[in-house]
């Protein structure tokens, strides 16, 4: 039968090995949210390039329709 002094070391080393499985599946978990932000973030910002480029693409075919039917720029 193992001393109290076992009992208590062995139980601290327990109670470490808990603590480290919650910080490793913490880290896990922030990581995941992390990726999933950057994703959303990234595709935001293509929806948000790809509008500019067709508004700027729209407004140069109107100067260009303008110019064509001899309107000024």
Request: net charge positive; glycine share 8%; no cysteine.
């Amino acid at each position: 039968m193992p001393s109290h002094v076992e009992q208590q070391i062995a139980a601290r080393i327990a109670a470490v090995g808990a603590r480290r499985e919650r910080q490793a599946a913490d880290r896990a978990a922030r990581s995941a949210q992390r990726a999933h932000g950057d994703a959303a973030r990234h595709a935001a910002k293509l929806r948000r390039l790809a509008q500019q480029g067709r508004t700027a693409f729209e407004q140069r075919g109107n100067e260009i329709e303008r110019t064509s039917q001899g309107g000024a720029a």
